[in-house]
């Protein structure tokens, strides 16, 4: 007896130290189950009734954790004959920690060791608390693995521009023609300073000496052509006899040139006007950024502003091609050696068929130019004393205007001539 109480008293301390609730239940035999439930009285007594509990609360989990080690409870419950093998078992079963009377009313069975069922992450503890947490956790966690990415998609391949041959009917200026009248410009100015050239060069040449002469001809050579090339706009105004006007003289006309010029990508021109009742128009100047546009005043009165718009389109192409320097040169060399026939041959055939494609191109609506030659044709021959007068100074300038037919209605038509102010006409009402 006396061996059994002090058994009892020592496994009451060893439970009081390691499980923290009461006493130890029973000896080592009792304690093999590793479930080491807990009694909350003295150790005599609750010796019989813990081995029973114990042996219960085991068979119980043994069916709920299959997956629980046998051996190792044993060993656990073998080792922990005391109080030391109740804690350890709750730590790794977790089936038995809890309070005595929770044990004997069987209400939360299995819920003493939740923390070792969460400990254990055992899927098939469906008997404990913490494995039911556990399965819930995971249940609400999204499942890993490679994020979703999104397909990013080619970009389509840009549309190539469709290829435009530079012919009379392309809708657009190219920079070949711009080339090509920068070249006439200077061939015709180098052309027309060869002969006063010559004269000089060969007249040191033969007073002086040749080195004098050939330099004479080079220096004379390069000071007429930049003379011509400087003076020609110039004169061909003072031919004309325009004045300039500014916005507050003609406002329709400015607005008009002024939305154009950003369709063209052009400078503001010059604007002069002619005091003439013959509906005409012309472009001047020496090149597309120092550029003048001569209007009549009949050609004012006469057009709606539809009808304005692509007679000034008709000019700014022109300028933009460059034709306005060739005209120039070729109205200074048509003063001086011959009329209308050295200026056709300067400015060359079907330029004017060339600017009302690229002017009603721009404007996209060819019924306005084609409304404007109408009315041209349609306006009464000019006066006696008008500048577009047979006998006057038109002759000279005749094929830089929008309709160099005035007065020459009647002519026989060349073939291949398009600058006729009729084969225009016609031309563009088939569109």
């Known amino acids: 007896m006396a061996d059994q109480q002090e058994g009892a008293g020592t496994s009451a301390d060893g439970g009081s130290r390691s499980g923290g609730t009461g006493s130890s239940a029973g000896s080592t035999g009792s304690g093999t189950g590793g479930t080491g439930s807990s009694a909350g009285g003295t150790g005599s007594s609750a010796g019989s009734s813990g081995g029973g509990s114990a042996n219960r609360n085991r068979n119980r989990n043994r069916n709920r954790n299959r997956?629980?080690?046998r051996s190792g409870a044993g060993g656990e419950a073998a080792?922990?004959?005391?109080?030391?093998?109740?804690?350890?078992?709750?730590?790794?079963?977790?089936?038995?920690?809890?309070s005595n009377s929770q044990a004997r009313n069987g209400q939360r069975k299995g819920q003493g060791g939740g923390g070792g069922g969460s400990r254990q992450r055992t899927p098939q503890g469906s008997g404990r608390g913490g494995g039911n947490r556990s399965q819930s956790?995971?249940?609400?966690r999204p499942r890993s693995g490679p994020s979703r990415s999104a397909v990013a998609l080619a970009p389509p391949p840009p549309l190539e521009p469709l290829q435009v041959l530079p012919t009379l009917g392309a809708p657009q200026v190219f920079p070949a023609e711009v080339a090509a009248n920068r070249r006439r410009v200077l061939t015709l100015c180098a052309v027309s300073?060869?002969?006063?050239?010559?004269?000089?060069?060969?007249?040191?040449g033969v007073t002086v000496s040749v080195i004098v002469g050939v330099v004479a001809f080079l220096v004379a050579g390069a000071v007429v052509?930049?003379?011509?090339?400087?003076?020609?706009?110039?004169?061909?105004?003072?031919?004309?006899?325009?004045?300039?006007?500014?916005?507050?003289?003609?406002?329709?006309?400015?607005?008009?040139?002024?939305?154009?010029?950003?369709?063209?990508?052009?400078?503001?021109?010059s604007l002069y006007l002619l005091d003439d009742d013959v509906p005409n128009a012309c472009a001047l100047g020496r090149d597309a950024r120092r550029s003048v546009v001569v209007v009549t005043s009949g050609l004012l009165r006469r057009l709606d502003p539809i009808e304005l718009e692509g007679v000034m389109a008709h000019e700014l192409a022109h300028v933009k091609r460059g034709d306005n320097g060739v005209s120039c040169i070729g109205i200074t060399l048509g003063r001086i050696f011959g009329g209308a026939s050295t200026l056709r041959r300067c400015v060359g055939e079907n330029r004017e068929y060339r600017a009302d494609v690229v002017g009603a191109s721009a404007v996209r609506f060819p019924r306005g130019l084609l409304g404007a030659l109408r009315t041209m044709m349609d306006a009464p021959p000019p006066a006696g004393g008008s500048f577009f007068a047979p006998q006057g100074r038109f002759g000279p300038t005749r094929w830089v205007w929008i309709d160099p037919s005035v007065g020459h209605r009647g002519d026989a038509l060349l073939p291949g001539d398009l600058d006729a102010t009729s084969v225009r006409a016609a031309a563009l009402s088939e569109w």
């Not at 956790?137 to 609400?140: D, E, K, T, Y």
């Open 225 to 269: 052509m930049y003379a011509l090339w400087r003076l020609a706009p110039t004169v061909a105004r003072n031919r004309i006899g325009a004045v300039p006007i500014d916005e507050q003289d003609e406002t329709r006309l400015w607005n008009v040139t002024e939305g154009l010029c950003a369709t063209f990508g052009l400078s503001m021109p």
């Open 137 to 140: 956790r995971s249940g609400s």
């Open 79 to 98: 080792s922990g004959g005391n109080g030391t093998g109740n804690g350890t078992g709750n730590r790794q079963g977790g089936a038995g920690g809890g």
């Open 193 to 204: 300073a060869v002969l006063p050239a010559v004269l000089l060069g060969a007249l040191l």
């Open 67 to 69: 997956n629980r080690s």
